[in-house]
């Protein structure tokens, strides 16, 4: 039963630090956008 109580104590400490990063007001900036090459059209002649 120990072992039980461990996993449910870590468990809470994960759901705990997961909503406090998801309802803190020090929100972390957002990434800038990974650019992705794009082929560009061929010029005709």
Do not use: T
Not at 11 to 21: A, Q
Not at 36 to 43: A, S, W
């Amino acid at each position: 039963m120990e072992d039980i109580e461990k996993v449910l104590e870590q468990i809470k400490e994960w759901v705990r630090k997961l909503i406090e990063g998801l309802l803190s007001p020090e929100a972390q900036p957002e990434l800038e956008p990974i650019p992705i090459p794009v082929n560009q059209p061929r010029h005709r002649r």
